[in-house]
């Protein structure tokens, strides 16, 4: 049984940086991805970022060079890096996860976190 919790949201200027976590558990010995999505009230779920347990990861271009996914497996949690953040930048974030390879597409993910609210100031 997988289960996500996200935190580390909250508001920050824009230029900042902020570090977003994803607590997992119940992956046990099997192969599986952990994404970031994020979304923006009355718009669809987007994903920003992707990381698998080979150690492969994915990023959508908004956030390419700016955000950095990564993860600490003795603490079982991935995290994402935010940098240069912008005003656009500010959503709702999400970390889901699947067994399987990487992907920015969500209906792959069968398991969600909560959400946590970014709000990036201009």
């Known amino acids: 049984d997988v289960q996500l919790q996200a935190s580390g949201g909250g508001l920050v200027q824009a230029g900042g940086s902020l570090r977003l976590n994803c607590a997992a558990s119940g992956f046990g010995s099997d192969d599986y991805a952990i994404a970031w999505f994020r979304q923006v009230r009355g718009k669809e779920r987007e994903g920003i970022s992707c990381?698998?347990?080979?150690?492969?990861?994915m990023y959508d271009n908004s956030v390419k060079g700016r955000f950095t996914i990564s993860s600490d497996t003795a603490k079982n949690t991935v995290y994402l890096h935010m940098n240069s953040l912008k005003p656009e930048d500010t959503a709702v974030y999400y970390c889901?996860?699947?067994?399987?390879?990487?992907?920015?597409?969500?209906?792959?993910?069968?398991?969600w976190g909560q959400g946590t609210l970014v709000t990036v100031s201009s």
């Open positions: 990381l698998s347990s080979d150690g492969r990861t």
């Open positions: 889901a996860a699947d067994l399987g390879r990487c992907s920015l597409w969500s209906r792959t993910y069968s398991w």
